[in-house]
């Protein structure tokens, strides 16, 4: 999953607004070292004037020059802007890697349902699943709209006919109803695509 509508998360902590790319930073400490093309010689050529006179700076990506002119104090400046904004990264990816999202990603869309395949699983990992399924709905269910458990059985097993409206209530319900589901049930080879097809079935679900 995204590093969450990245782009909004971005404008939301200003790593856009704040002109923190390579080029960026580089057009507010230099200026670029220029070739202009000299008719005589019929070729580009760049100018020399700077040449010792400033530290330079090429970029790798597409071999430009910058001649480097900010003082210390702006440059410190930026190093602890890059550090704010690689620790703003590091507690995004932190989060976006723990609890239910380690396992799901994050839930975006706004209606959804899920559809739950546990196969032939042991006992203990028949609990292990519904821990992750109780911690999703709790942590993340909890902030859409509208939701649906389907559980995919030879005899296909629905929390509700369609998506109901989030709520505390409606997502201690479904948990509960969760942790009373059988450990196993007869399954069949068309299961799975049969509860999937039945999800979609709801013109509500966006996932």
Request: hydrophobic share 45%.
């Amino acid at each position: 999953q995204s590093l969450v509508s990245s782009s909004k998360w971005l404008r939301r902590y200003g790593l856009k607004r704040n002109k923190l790319s390579l080029s960026q930073i580089l057009s507010q400490i230099g200026f670029q070292h220029r070739k202009d093309y000299v008719t005589t010689l019929g070729k580009p050529v760049a100018s020399r004037y700077a040449d010792g006179l400033f530290p330079q700076y090429k970029r790798a990506q597409d071999g430009s020059v910058y001649n480097l002119t900010a003082k210390k104090e702006l440059i410190l400046h930026f190093v602890d802007c890059l550090m704010g904004a690689i620790e703003l990264y590091k507690q995004r990816m932190e989060w976006l890697t723990s609890e239910s999202r380690q396992i799901f990603g994050v839930i975006q869309e706004q209606c959804i349902v899920i559809v739950l395949d546990f196969g032939i699983a042991a006992p203990t990992e028949f609990d292990l699943c519904r821990d992750a399924l109780s911690m999703v709905l709790v942590e993340q269910v909890i902030q859409i709209a509208r939701f649906n458990l389907i559980r995919a059985a030879q005899d296909l097993m629905k929390w509700q006919q369609k998506c109901i409206p989030v709520s505390e209530h409606t997502v201690k319900s479904a948990v509960t109803w969760l942790w009373k589901l059988d450990h196993m049930t007869a399954v069949s080879h068309t299961s799975s695509a049969e509860a999937l097809l039945e999800a979609m079935g709801d013109e509500a679900v966006s996932s």
